[in-house]
């Protein structure tokens, strides 16, 4: 069974809610986080509903929406959401407000909007999606046991049409507490040379992808979703390539059939090595582009790259400021996505052009 | 009522609703403001917080909350009973 | 896709008993545990009732093998999740292809709210190892490092319905071929962001709740995990003493009305339970008895009422909520009632439904009110419902 991306929808620190130009430009930062460029809301929701929204939810409904009208569908028949952060706006604003006022007088908007579900109870709602609803939390692979799901669906013959994303955001407390961490750079860094940093650290980033997944192919088709694996902890680099080699001779293809990999390296020095030895080692002469100066690192960043992955192969055009090393594809039937979540979370995404 | 109205507007976060936009017997709920059951709830802390008044019972909401001059005459018929 | 996915084993510690055993013997004496705070600390101590698992970190974490410093969520559910392996008998993991599916709706939050009090006075205070595994995905791999556990190691946060969840997905997991054995279910451990959380929205009962009981006044929150074991045909052959009863119906739905309250026609939670009747291929008629998803709350009672007589009328199953037992155990409850309704078809077991005195005006079923062993059960079904509109039911059949 084949499984077929019918559309997109993304919000994220580029200008990318509107689908054509293709990221003509690169949106520049200084600093060490990149905060999502967010259209105006109330193009899809109601204002009455828009007053109790943090942002990682309303980013959720933006992306969705987009997605289902670039397909052409009104009603799934299924959401599935991975986000590993859930709503940290409002449990950020009830825990503050729970400690300062010691229990007192507090109100349960926050608290309501703060259950990791609601970006995708919000879809839901809105559309009065009475389908298969679920919500994937585990870290970095929040998106991709979305997507696993979506895809079992599919083959379950469960829906015909499933709408999947994945979605985070940063708040002042999280990317206060994740720096303390050492997570992000110490001193300021443009964005268009994080790839080419040398020191420790990354930039954190937000947004969300979401994405029309069906079986059928037709006009609007964007991409194939071929293949799907995460590798949790491997217990060496052997086990590693081992289970790259596995993917892809699971999809009868070899390093050489890849004509792009998009690459998750953040710019963290201490974390270089994981993408550089697949690149070099497995991928060895094949075009890498990077994408986490475009989005920032979060946990859900591979959604980003799986929208970036499938718009690529449907305008088959590379943007500038993308190719990390490698000439340009003159082709571009096939992509792989790599990304590796501090070194401990590794995914594997495989897009194929239609 | 003009503090009232502002009180709400801030508690539940009114996006581009005015004081005077609320008309004084306006029903607050469903087809007038169009507010629901959580707005209620935060309705009960908002008289909490600013006039001391405490309401355990949330079935008291609809008849307390249905407008703007049901809550000041609640309010107003509370503090007396505290005075 | 193909094969049955079988439930060889289950784990609970709850309210009402250390491990499984335990909660059978607290129904069968109608103790609920319900008591008054001894754990968390909350200014809500001796107003609030909450059934809390009796046991300190220091003694938990002893248990679990792991540090007192790591979320009480994460104790808990690795005591259950172990106590759930090693009721199938089968020895080892290694040998198998295993995935660890849990649930849970807070994830490190017992830890990051101690945090806060200092991080708020400043920035640059408050230790850090309180918030280190603060996200759900975090919880479950720690349960899943110290077990052992890779190959497919995943996270659902859907409000109360997510342990129901977890299973769904776990089975899923099997009958694709993708592993053989998962654990699967949740844990939550109280905290005051979900006792404040909750209580925002008056929904907490000051005296120990009543589902389905025409004077309830909401819920009681409870704590713990619930962990079954699901495997697939191949392993469910090597248990020595055979498996529990077959997953043989689930099914997910959205109620599509509002971010917290239940339609009043229970239309999500009806689509649920419909859905895992066609799945198993069962007429309402053949289920024997229903976990509900009872929270106690006017709003939940009412709608899972009335979308049981709309599927059910005119003759109804007998039926219960453990929560007037275990509390709501949010991410857990789907995965204890899971192990509650498994054991209900193994062992012919009605759950007691605490405190109910008075019937609903709407309906004409009432709750079961004592325990009973050794009924014939062939099908059980156990409903989870919860904010954003997630509902989930789950069917357990037998095989004879």
Not at chain 1, 59 to 83: R, W, Y
Not at chain 1, 235 to 246: G, K
Not at chain 3, 23 to 40: I, S
Not at chain 3, 351 to 358: E, G, Q
Request: charged content about 15%; glycine content about 10%.
């Amino acid at each position: 069974m084949n499984i077929y991306i019918q559309g997109t929808g993304c919000v994220s620190p580029q200008d990318t809610t509107v689908v054509e130009p293709f990221l003509a430009g690169i949106r520049e930062y200084e600093g060490d986080r990149l905060k999502a460029v967010e259209p105006d809301y109330r193009q899809w929701i109601d204002l009455k509903l828009i007053r109790r929204m943090g942002r990682v939810v309303k980013m959720g409904i933006a992306a969705a929406k987009l997605s289902l009208q670039e397909a052409g569908i009104d009603m799934p028949d299924a959401i599935v959401t991975g986000t590993a952060y859930g709503c940290l706006e409002d449990t950020g604003i009830f825990l503050s407000r729970m400690v300062a006022q010691q229990e007192e007088m507090l109100t349960p908007t926050a608290f309501i909007q703060s259950t990791h579900n609601t970006v995708g109870g919000q879809i839901a709602l809105l559309l009065g999606c009475h389908a298969y609803n679920n919500t994937f939390v585990h870290r970095a692979f929040s998106f991709e046991s979305a997507l696993l799901d979506s895809m079992m669906l599919l083959q379950e013959q469960a829906a015909r049409q499933v709408l999947v994303g994945g979605v985070d955001e940063i708040t002042d407390h999280s990317h206060r507490i994740l720096s303390r961490f050492g997570l992000y750079k110490q001193a300021p860094v443009r964005n268009t040379a994080l790839l080419q940093s040398h020191t420790g650290g990354t930039i954190g980033g937000e947004g969300a992808a979401y994405f029309m997944l069906g079986t059928e192919r037709n006009v609007r088709t964007v991409a194939r979703i071929t293949g799907l694996a995460t590798i949790y902890k491997p217990a060496d680099e052997q086990e590693m390539d081992a289970a790259v080699e596995a993917f892809l001779a699971a999809h009868h293809c070899s390093s050489g059939d890849i004509d792009l990999l998009i690459s998750g390296r953040n710019g963290h020095a201490g974390e270089n090595r994981h993408f550089t030895r697949l690149e070099q080692k497995l991928f060895q002469g094949c075009a890498v582009a990077g994408f986490k100066h475009l989005c920032g690192e979060y946990p859900t960043a591979s959604a980003f790259a799986t929208w970036l992955g499938a718009r690529i192969l449907h305008g088959q055009q590379l943007p500038q400021g993308l190719l990390f090393s490698g000439a340009a594809p003159r082709q571009l039937d096939r992509i792989l996505i790599y990304n590796c979540y501090q070194g401990t979370h590794h995914s594997l995404i495989l897009l194929d052009r239609t | 009522m003009a503090d009232l109205k502002s009180q709400i507007i801030a508690q539940l976060n009114l996006q581009e609703v005015k004081p005077e936009d609320i008309g004084n017997d306006q029903p607050l709920f469903k087809e007038g403001l169009g507010l629901d059951s959580i707005d209620a709830l935060e309705l009960i802390v908002l008289l909490q917080q600013h006039y001391n008044i405490r309401i355990a019972n949330p079935e008291q909401g609809p008849e307390i909350f249905h407008s703007v001059r049901s809550m000041a005459e609640y309010i107003t018929a509370h503090q007396k009973q505290q005075g | 896709m193909s094969g049955q996915v079988w439930v060889a084993g289950g784990g609970v510690i709850c309210g009402i008993g250390a491990d499984l055993r335990a909660c059978l013997e607290a129904f069968a004496r109608m103790e609920p545990g319900m008591q008054d705070m001894q754990h968390l600390r909350s200014i809500h101590r001796g107003v609030l009732p909450v059934a809390e698992v009796k046991a300190d970190n220091d003694a938990l974490a002893a248990q679990a093998g792991l540090p007192a410093s790591v979320s009480r969520t994460a104790l808990l559910s690795k005591i259950a999740a172990e106590q759930a392996w090693a009721s199938t008998g089968l020895g080892s993991l290694a040998p198998y292809r295993t995935g660890l599916v849990s649930a849970n709706t807070v994830g490190g939050m017992d830890k990051t709210e101690d945090f806060f009090g200092a991080y708020l006075q400043h920035p640059q205070q408050g230790r850090l190892w309180q918030v280190l595994h603060h996200e759900c995905g975090s919880v479950t791999e720690l349960v899943a490092d110290a077990m052992g556990i890779r190959q497919q190691v995943s996270t659902i946060s859907t409000a109360c319905s997510s342990g129901a969840n977890a299973l769904m997905y776990g089975a899923r997991l099997i009958r694709h071929n993708i592993v053989d054995v998962v654990i699967a279910g949740g844990a939550d451990a109280l905290t005051r962001f979900t006792l404040n959380g909750f209580n925002t929205l008056m929904i907490l009962d000051q005296q120990p709740c009543r589902p389905f009981d025409d004077t309830r006044a909401g819920l009681n929150l409870g704590e713990g995990a619930g962990y079954v074991v699901l495997v697939s045909d191949a392993v469910a052959a090597q248990l020595p003493n055979g498996p529990w009863c077959r997953l043989s119906g689930y099914a997910n739905a959205n109620d599509a009305y509002h971010q917290t309250a239940s339609s009043p026609e229970g239309t999500g939670n009806y689509l649920a339970m419909k859905g895992a009747l066609e799945m198993s291929g069962l007429q309402p008629a053949d289920i024997a008895y229903i976990n509900l998803h009872g929270t106690g709350t006017q709003n939940n009672d009412e709608s899972e009422g009335k979308a049981i007589q709309r599927l059910f009328a005119p003759y109804y199953p007998a039926m219960s909520s453990t929560k007037s037992f275990t509390g709501h155990t949010l991410g857990a409850s789907g995965g204890i009632e899971a192990v509650f309704s498994a054991l209900a078809v193994q062992q012919g077991v009605i759950y007691p439904n605490a405190h109910f005195a008075v019937p609903m005006k709407e309906y004409p079923f009432t709750p079961a009110t004592s325990f009973s062993k050794g009924n014939r059960l062939t099908h059980v079904m156990s409903n989870s419902f919860g904010f954003g509109g997630n509902c989930s039911s789950l069917i357990f059949s037998g095989f004879n």
